[in-house]
C-alpha cells in the first residue's frame, strides 16, 4: 500500500458524519457511523509537490550558482518556497487541538523524523569532519523545518483562542528580529516565519476559491514577472539571509533602521505576494503528479543526505569545472528534478519507510479507550 506521509501537513480533520438514524419503532442507542475518511485536496496536493521539487532543487544547485543567472533562480525560489510551505501547513493544521491522539500524531509524524534526520545527519557530517551543532536541540541543516512545525503546531489552540492572530504573530515575528534569539530548536525561522503558519491557520475555503478568479490569476502572472526581474536586477546582489530567516538582525548586527525593520516586512510582503501566487496559478484539477503531494516527506528527509555524499564525493567541484558554470547549474538542476521523483518512488519509500514513519506504539501511552464525541466540521472543511 503507498505510504500517505505528508509533509508539512497533518492528515486533515474530516467532517462528523451524520450519525445513523434509528431502525423503525428501534431506540437511539444504535452505534454512530464512523466519519467519512476527509477528502484530499488536488490544489493542496499539487502546490506541496512543486514546492518540494523547488525544495529539493533549491539546495541541489546551492554549490552550482557562481552565475548570476543560478544565483537569481536561486534567490527568486528562496523568496517564496518555504513560506509557502509554512502556510500550507498552517492550513492542514487546522484539526491540531492538543487531544492526546493529535499528540501522537506529532510525535510520530514530526518530532520522531526529526531526532531520526538528526542522528542521520549528524553520522553524515562526522564522516566529512562537518563541523556539529551542541545537541539535538539545535537543529542540523533542513531538520530545522520539522523542529518549527512541532513548536508551531503545539501553539494551534493558542492562535485559535486569541484575538487579532494575525496582527500579533506579525507584531511577534518583527518584534524577533530585535534580540538575538540563538540556535535552540532554530528558534529565529520559528519566529520569523510565524506569520505564514498562522495566516495559514485563519486561511478558508473560501479563500482558496478566491484565487481561481481571473483578476487574481493575472496579478499573480505579474507578481512572478515582476519580483523574478527584482531578482535579477536587484535582489540577487543582497545577503542570503534575509531570505533564509535563520538568523534575526541582532544576530546579523544589523541596525534596524532604515534598513533592518522595512527590509524585513518587504521580504514578507514579497514571500506572501508569491505564496498566493504560486497557489493561484497551480492546476485546482487533479494531475499526474497530485498522488505524489501525498509523499514529500521523503524527498524532504532523504534528499539532504544524497546532496551531501554527492558533495563529498567532489561532485559539484568536477560539475563545474567539467560543464562550466551555467552547465553546471543546469545538470544539477534537472539531476535534483529527478531525485525529487527517486525519493518518492515506492522502492525507496519501502526501503526507508522505518525511518521517515516510525512505529512509535511500543512508547507511547495507551489508556483506556475514551468515549466518543462529536465533532464539528472545521472551517474550509479541514
Do not use: C
Not at 554549490?63 to 528562496?78: K, S
Not at 487579532?164 to 530548536?185: C, E, H, K, N, R
Not at 528558534?187 to 481561481?212: C, N, T, W, Y
Not at 487574481?216 to 534575509?242: C, D, K, N, P
Amino acid at each position: 500500500m503507498a505510504s500517505t506521509t505528508r509533509l508539512p501537513d497533518e492528515t486533515p480533520a474530516a467532517s462528523a458524519a451524520p450519525a445513523a438514524p434509528a431502525a423503525a419503532g428501534g431506540t437511539d442507542a444504535a452505534a454512530p457511523r464512523r466519519p467519512a475518511p476527509a477528502k484530499r485536496d488536488a490544489l493542496l496536493d499539487n502546490a506541496k509537490f512543486l514546492l518540494i521539487v523547488l525544495v529539493v532543487v533549491g539546495h541541489a544547485i546551492e554549490p552550482a550558482t557562481d552565475t548570476r543567472i543560478g544565483e537569481t533562480v536561486y534567490f527568486w525560489v528562496y523568496l517564496f518556497h518555504m513560506p509557502a510551505f509554512v502556510l500550507i501547513s498552517g492550513y492542514l493544521s487546522k484539526s491540531q487541538d492538543g487531544s492526546g491522539r493529535r499528540i501522537d500524531k506529532l510525535l510520530t509524524t514530526v518530532a520522531a523524523p526529526y531526532l531520526i534526520f538528526w542522528g542521520v545527519y549528524a553520522l553524515q557530517s562526522l564522516s566529512v569532519d562537518r563541523k556539529l551543532p551542541d545537541g539535538p536541540l539545535e537543529p542540523l541543516w533542513l531538520t530545522w523545518f520539522l523542529a518549527a512545525l512541532f513548536v508551531w503546531r503545539l501553539t494551534v489552540p493558542l492562535w485559535k483562542r486569541i484575538r487579532y492572530p494575525m496582527a500579533v504573530a506579525v507584531a511577534v515575528s518583527l518584534a524577533g528580529g530585535l534580540v538575538a534569539t540563538g540556535d535552540i530548536l532554530g528558534m529565529s525561522r520559528i519566529v520569523s516565519l510565524l506569520p505564514f503558519f498562522v495566516a495559514g491557520l485563519l486561511m478558508e475555503q473560501r479563500h482558496l476559491d478566491l484565487l481561481k478568479s481571473g483578476w487574481v490569476r493575472a496579478w499573480s502572472v505579474g507578481v512572478v514577472v515582476v519580483t523574478a526581474a527584482m531578482s535579477y536586477l536587484y535582489l540577487e546582489q543582497l545577503s542570503r539571509e534575509w531570505v533564509y530567516w535563520r538568523e534575526s538582525l541582532a544576530d546579523r548586527d544589523m541596525e534596524l533602521l532604515p534598513v533592518g525593520i522595512p527590509g524585513r516586512i518587504v521580504f514578507m510582503v514579497l514571500a506572501f505576494s508569491l505564496t498566493i501566487a504560486v497557489l493561484s496559478l497551480t492546476p485546482r484539477a487533479k494531475t499526474w503528479f497530485t498522488r505524489y503531494g501525498a509523499l514529500t516527506m521523503y524527498a524532504f528527509l532523504l534528499h539532504g543526505l544524497v546532496i551531501r555524499i554527492a558533495e563529498g564525493f567532489g561532485y559539484f567541484d568536477w560539475a563545474g569545472e567539467a560543464l562550466g558554470g551555467h552547465g553546471s547549474f543546469v545538470v544539477t538542476g534537472l539531476l535534483g528534478l529527478g531525485l525529487t521523483f527517486v525519493l518518492m518512488s515506492g522502492w525507496v519509500r519501502k526501503a526507508t519507510g522505518w525511518l521517515v514513519e516510525p512505529k512509535l506504539d511500543w512508547i507511547l501511552r495507551r489508556d483506556r479507550e475514551e468515549r466518543p464525541t462529536p465533532t464539528l466540521p472545521l472551517p474550509g472543511g479541514r
